[in-house]
């Protein structure tokens, strides 16, 4: 079954702090992952989209990895602010059909100053 | 930068009533969807279109969900007898091509009464 598990639910930070959200997935064949940020109230901004081959990849304060053996990425956001305070969900893409995303259930991250 | 608009940002209904919800994909994008999120949940896939047909859909998209391109740049979600249990954010996106990202909409919040 493909499906996409995120942790922890939720997580709540000191402002300049850092955290990492972790994202399993046995979504099948795989094709990319996405980290995107939902605020609330809002659509889905991805943040950064990771195939195969790739293990690291940044934007910003976010840095992305991808371990494809063992199905499992992480994001680490660096020097949080107030406005990193979203949703993040995992988004992993399957390499067939016009339906290829599955969602995971997402990370509340609230950071507080 | 383009984005995707969607109208109504709220909507509120009668159950057993029709509603339509409107969306404005980007110009040159070629491939659209709907996505569902019941507060608190994960996003859901509802039906996806390419070449003004639906190439799939979920099991949520039953007979009272339809979906048109009526004008080559609205992308509508019809929900012809609303119950209860449509009450969600429902999300619209569009891609330019199978290997692009999904861009989202902002949303539009259906509460049925």
């Known amino acids: 079954k493909n499906q996409v598990e995120q942790s922890p639910q939720s997580l709540i930070i000191l402002e300049g702090k850092n955290c990492t959200l972790q994202?399993?997935?046995?979504?099948?064949?795989?094709?990319?992952l996405r980290w995107y940020k939902q605020d609330t109230g809002r659509g889905p901004v991805s943040l950064t989209i990771?195939?195969?081959?790739?293990n690291t990849k940044s934007n910003g304060r976010y840095t992305a990895t991808l371990d494809a053996d063992t199905k499992q990425s992480s994001l680490h956001i660096t020097a949080s602010q107030l406005s990193d305070s979203a949703s993040y969900i995992c988004?992993?893409?399957?390499?067939?059909?016009?339906?290829?995303?599955?969602f995971g259930t997402g990370t509340r991250l609230t950071v507080i100053p | 930068e383009p984005e995707v608009t969607q109208t109504p940002s709220h909507q509120v209904t009668q159950m057993g009533q029709e509603v339509i919800l409107r969306c404005v994909p980007i110009?040159?994008?070629?491939?659209f969807y709907w996505y569902r999120q019941i507060l608190g949940q994960k996003v859901e896939f509802l039906v996806s279109?390419?070449?003004?047909?639906?190439?799939?859909k979920s099991e949520i998209f039953d007979d009272q969900f339809s979906v048109e391109r009526p004008d080559g740049s609205n992308f509508t979600l019809k929900i012809r007898s609303t119950k209860l249990e449509d009450s969600a954010m429902y999300f619209c996106?569009?891609?330019?091509?199978?290997?692009?990202?999904?861009?989202f909409g902002p949303g539009t919040r259906l509460t049925v009464l």
């Open positions: 996106a569009s891609r330019l091509d199978s290997t692009d990202t999904q861009y």
């Open positions: 994202c399993n997935y046995t979504v099948s064949p795989f094709s990319n």
């Open positions: 990771m195939t195969f081959s790739e």
């Open positions: 988004v992993v893409s399957r390499e067939t059909g016009a339906n290829n995303l599955f």
């Open positions: 110009s040159n994008h070629l491939y």
């Open positions: 279109f390419y070449n003004n047909e639906i190439s799939e």
